[in-house]
């Protein structure tokens, strides 16, 4: 019954939730732990993120996210800065053409309660990690849920994207994350436009309604050629002398 | 005047695109071949002595009758697919064939002659068990049908009703089968397992019950595969456990007497079923007292049943198939044996003697590239002196029908695998001897100023010589009437033709039978016969190297994948001859994931196919040395993405150096939710001419043209219809990325995708519209590109524009696919397989979300056709006119060396092949050109510049004179 339930406030929601981005920028450095509540019934999950030479999965917390759920979910997040250990590590995996990995865990966006947000596994990405080096640590990282409030992926891009081995300054561009945040729900695919084709048509039958011109029936139009077509088929039936006729009455 | 604009416009444009044949184009460019399926049934037309039809009723729900002269059909009923049109039963009795259709749903009778329905009747429900022929006094007029509670008997006239009647005790005994002798009394046998057996014997009459016998039979379960009526009505069972044989005569009360095989002196084989075999030439008498019993594979014995007492009149060893057959009074049975290795030899035995009947051996030659036979059907007539001859229709385990008369010649053999095609490519055709020859040359690597001059010599001799043999060859053929000119296609004279119009079609068919066929005639040039493909095998099939890279042949590979276990296996075959290549396939030991071959070549020109196991692990083939170095360098720039429908996962990895893997991107779409129905990338050889569409302003809007993405449908797993949605979601295959999200609500499958250039099409039911609706999906850059140069997917951080409408579709669709052209110049169209059995080529134009609901003066400049909500299907759209291509479930297309010309297959129970131009023939003369014209209006003009040339000249120097 409660699953129910779940499911059905999960459609009405999700009607609701057409097509929401909520763009947050968030960029106070300020150290914060693995998870914390948030006063306005908000819920936080890890940001973890992973970069090593060897490209091995070793994942650290990166930030917080804190996801405001209900209607039309939000999120914000609250990010750690790059320590000088990381900052050289970085570095090292860019030069060797690494990856910059991220991952969030699976949560389900409209849970009541904390226990049944969780769900097993994690949603995974990845930039280069020369992209997020030459960008000067500005991603954009966008949560895309499904129909019902469930994440489903999640996508990281850096812009500029591209590697063009650009020199970076260290200190100053590689200690912040300047990160775009946005959560994208499904967007509802347009069906047949059958009302504005309909109401199309019947301007457009008024307006030949108007031109009195081609309102004319077929006969009003023609009735000089249909009347001469029928004298001429008279004036040759009489014409011809009935030679049929004469032979019968012989 | 807008109005008149508008519709003047929208004329145009449809003018544009009808495409119609003409009538006597018919059968030019086209073919189509018409299959039944696997054979269940199978009757000759024994009514009349010169009759050349059998009846043959087919695994596909399909009903026909073959020439036996030609093998062609004399006329085909094609039934619902699935069990709601199966065929349980059929029955022949005269002109009339009476077919059980869908477990016991219908009770048809067709005239055999023209194949015209006689009757239908509804019967009531109930799990369909057997149905048989009454006869009472040498007269068959009725037909009984029995289910699992009743039993009915209807006319054979009318199909009506005689009687019906529930069965004594129908929830404790399992009626399975029915027996009439002709005395107008019809036995229904049952059993009850591991305690009796239950005979109730019926006055066909009136439907009363005569008898109601019950006898201990604690060894019995099923009646149909262990037990057959011989004779004067003695039932005659197997029990393998007690290896004997058990009697019951069905007029007494008695019990079965048990007769083992020890006393006829015969053993059965270890793990074999006995099967015993019977005959009843006359539905109206009783069954013969001959009969077979099968003791072994390759074991049978012909047996007399007399006084109650079982005598052996012949013992057959080996004999691969047997089979009684009736011609007037006489019966005769049939006896497959092997030869040797590549032949069989049948013979004629008189069924009450057992002697062999002289001069009735044939011999039937094994396909090496075909199965073992599997059945065996003999038509046996009366000479004019009175002997017994016969012809045969061997079926093979590769569904194949091989007709044969006396002494083994084949009259004609249908490929009924073909009716279940899975899979295909088109291959080009290699070059002539002559044209190879060159290509050779400049392959090679140079050796020597003067040896490349004297190989050039020669091969420009071998030209000189191959062009004077082709004259005189048209010369030759020239002379002679055009009747006996032919044409025919056989592997030798195979070769490519100017414009590479005629190509080799690879078909994979279910049974794992492979076939080479000739697009252009439809000829089979080639088959190969896989044996031991399991029954639920997925097949796909890829083409390494391509007929380009003389002298090395074509190759082709097939993955066979067994599904529940994932093991697979190679197939490595020249597409051109079928077979088999010297190149050793890798050993898979390990479940297959993931299969996918990549742009690089090894220094053969193969390409490389990697294949991903359960672990994750990453094998090559060919795995050359030079290969696996070209893999270590272009490791981090290979990306492939593995899909788990069951747990809704997408996962993505990169390759390694050491060809292992590293996962790199995961997506979960919850199964709670919905479910992954299907994926459709791009096609690999699809090429893209124009980068961005012009608008009316003149500006350039450019396509979002991602070679990497991924089109994932999903359905939702409430069925609902208020809740039911069909989801589609873009997503990148290198990054994981989500490009697109979508649903479709008030949506329900089956959804049917077509994936190209920058658009994707889908095809759903809605269920608050109760209709076909078709949607596209359209993405572009903007009016800048990102990077003009390349596309990576690692490098495209904005999001492309998406455009989407929808449309109604006034009918269900079975295929949806799009044209291909070369170079990708010609407009798109989408071919679509209907219900119906045409398939329509409808412009891509009209699936086109820019369609404006308001004209405006830049959308008419761009000829965007103003927004109609439905779809309308035009005749002249249908490509293959009156050539109905039943049940069509895929179409496959290829682009051919003329860029107006995209060839065509559509395939499923039939095959049909033809050619589309969807802009028309631009680069093609038409056929009635008129070369006269133009040559002689050349000539004149020619002529008259010079003549007035020479006479502006006279007058010159005449004016000079003066």
Known sequence: MARLLRLNFAVVSSILLIACTDFVFCNNGRRVGDSMETEFSGFSVPLEHSYEVDDAARFQVRGSLVVKAGREPSASLIQNQLSEEDRTKLREVAAVDGLYRIRVPRVFLQAERQTDRQLDGHLTAFVRACAMVESHLSDVITLHSDVSGNLIGVSIVTIPGACSGAEVEDEVDLEVFNTTLSIMAPVTAPGPETALFLERMEQESEKKGKNPQEQKSFFAKYWYLILGGAIFLMATNSAQPPAGGAREQS | ?962
């Open chain 2, 1 to 962: 005047m807008a109005q008149l604009n508008s519709l003047c416009f929208t004329f145009i444009i449809l003018c544009g695109t009808v495409g119609a044949v003409f009538e006597d184009q018919v059968g030019k460019f086209d073919w189509r071949q018409q299959y039944l399926g696997k054979v269940r049934f199978s009757h000759f037309d024994t009514y009349m002595q010169s009759s050349k039809k059998i009846l043959l009723a087919t695994e596909k729900n399909v009903f026909a009758a073959v020439n036996t002269r030609t093998g062609d059909l004399f006329w085909r009923h094609v039934d619902k697919s699935g069990p709601e049109g199966n065929i349980d039963a059929l029955l022949q009795h005269g002109q009339d064939a009476v077919v059980v259709v869908g477990n016991g749903r219908l009770l048809r009778s067709w005239e055999i002659n023209i194949g015209a329905l006689n009757w239908e009747i509804l019967l009531d429900s109930g799990s369909f068990q057997a149905a048989c022929l009454i006869g009472q006094q040498d007269n068959v007029k009725h037909v009984a049908v029995l289910k699992k509670t009743v039993i009915s008997l209807h006319y054979l006239s009318n199909g009506h009703q005689k009687w019906i009647e529930n069965l004594p005790e129908s929830e404790n005994v399992d009626y399975q089968t029915l027996y009439s002798g002709g005395n107008g009394e019809v036995y229904i046998l049952g059993v009850v397992p591991h305690s009796h057996m239950a005979i109730v014997v019926y006055s066909a009459e009136d439907g009363e019950i005569i008898k109601q016998i019950s006898v201990d039979a604690p060894w019995l379960s099923n009646i149909p595969s262990s037990c057959a009526v011989v004779g004067n009505g003695m039932l005659i069972c197997v029990d393998p456990t007690a290896e004997s044989l058990y009697m019951l005569d069905l007029h007494e009360e008695s019990q079965f007497t048990q007769i083992p095989f020890q006393s006829l002196g015969y053993e059965v084989s270890p793990d074999f079923h006995p099967v015993l075999v019977s005959t009843q030439p006359n539905q109206a008498r009783q069954p013969l007292s001959e009969f077979f019993l099968q003791l072994g594979h390759e074991h049978y014995l012909l047996l007399l049943l007399s006084n109650g007492q079982i005598v052996t009149l012949r013992d057959f060893k080996p004999a691969m198939l047997v089979s009684f057959a009736t011609a007037g009074e006489k019966t005769v049975a049939a006896v497959m044996s092997p030869k040797n290795k590549t032949a069989c030899s049948l013979n004629l035995y008189n069924a009450e003697t057992g002697r062999r009947l002289l001069d009735t051996t044939l011999i039937f030659n094994l396909d090496p590239n075909g199965g073992q036979p599997e059945k065996l059907y003999v038509q046996a007539f009366l000479k004019k002196d009175d002997a017994v001859g016969y012809r045969v229709m061997v079926q093979t385990e590769d569904h194949t029908l091989t007709f044969l008369q006396q002494p083994g010649r084949v009259m004609w053999t249908r490929e009924e695998a073909l009716s279940d095609v899975v899979t295909m490519e088109m291959v080009d055709l290699p070059l002539t001897g002559t044209q190879a020859e060159l290509e050779g040359e400049f392959g090679k690597k140079a050796d020597g100023l003067l040896a490349m001059v004297m190989k050039r010599l020669s091969s420009q001799l071998i030209l000189l010589q191959a062009w004077i043999s082709h004259l005189w060859k048209l010369f030759y053929d020239a002379r002679k009437p055009r009747s006996q000119v032919k044409n025919e296609v056989t592997i030798e004279n195979l070769s490519r033709d100017e414009f590479n119009l005629q190509k080799m079609m690879v078909m994979v068919t279910a049974s794992g039978k492979l076939f080479g066929i000739d697009s252009k005639t439809g000829s089979i040039l080639w088959k190969h016969y896989l044996e031991n493909i399991p029954s639920n095998a997925a097949f796909k099939l890829m083409v390494q190297r391509t007929t380009a890279h003389f002298p090395h042949p074509p190759q082709c590979t097939l993955l066979i994948k067994d599904k529940d276990t994932g093991l697979a296996t190679l197939h490595v075959f020249n597409p051109i001859f079928g077979k088999k290549s010297h190149v050793s396939p890798p050993a898979l030991p390990q479940p297959i994931l993931q299969s996918f071959l990549l742009p690089l070549m090894d220094q053969d020109y193969a390409k490389v196919l990697l294949l991903v196991d359960d672990q994750y692990k990453v094998t090559a083939f060919p795995s050359t040395k030079n290969v696996l170095q070209q893999l270590q360098e272009t490791a981090s720039s290979i990306f492939f993405y593995l899909v788990d429908a069951s747990q809704g996962r997408l996962s993505g990895y990169r390759l390694r150096t050491d060809l292992s893997t590293v996962l790199i991107w995961e997506v979960f779409v919850p199964t709670e939710v919905q479910k992954i129905v299907t994926i459709k990338g791009k096609r690999p050889n699809e090429h893209v001419h124009s980068q961005g569409r012009v608008m009316g302003d003149r500006s350039v809007l450019y396509k979002y043209l991602n070679p990497n993405l991924l089109a994932v449908v999903t359905e939702s797993t409430d069925l609902h219809q208020e809740r039911s949605f069909v989801g589609i979601m873009l997503i990148d295959g290198v990054t994981g990325r989500i490009i697109h999200e979508a649903v479709q609500r008030k949506a329900r499958g089956p959804v049917h995708v077509v994936h190209s250039e920058n658009w994707v099409v889908y095809e759903y039911w809605s269920t608050k519209s109760r209709r076909n609706e078709f949607s596209v999906i359209e993405l572009y850059e903007g009016m800048e590109l990102y990077n003009s140069t390349t596309f990576s997917s690692l490098d495209r951080p904005f999001a492309p524009q998406v455009l989407q409408q929808s449309y109604i579709f006034p009918s269900s669709i079975s295929a949806v696919e799009a044209t291909l052209t070369e170079k990708g110049i010609t407009s798109r169209h989408l071919l679509i397989g209907l219900p119906s059995g045409g398939i329509l080529s409808l412009p891509k134009m009209f699936l086109d979300p820019r369609r404006p609901e308001i004209i405006s003066e830049q959308s008419r400049e761009e000829n965007l056709i103003p927004y109609a909500p439905e779809l309308l299907i035009r005749t002249e759209w249908f490509i293959n006119y009156n050539q109905t291509v039943s049940r069509v479930r895929g179409i496959y297309t290829a682009p051919s060396g003329l860029e107006s010309t995209c060839l065509v297959v559509a395939y499923g129970l039939d095959i049909y092949q033809t050619r589309v131009y969807p802009s028309k023939q631009f680069d093609v003369l038409k056929d009635d050109y008129d070369y006269m014209l133009i040559s002689s209006v050349l000539f004149a003009l020619f002529f008259a510049t010079m003549i007035s040339k020479r006479l502006a000249e006279v007058k010159l120097l005449n004016r000079a004179w003066r």
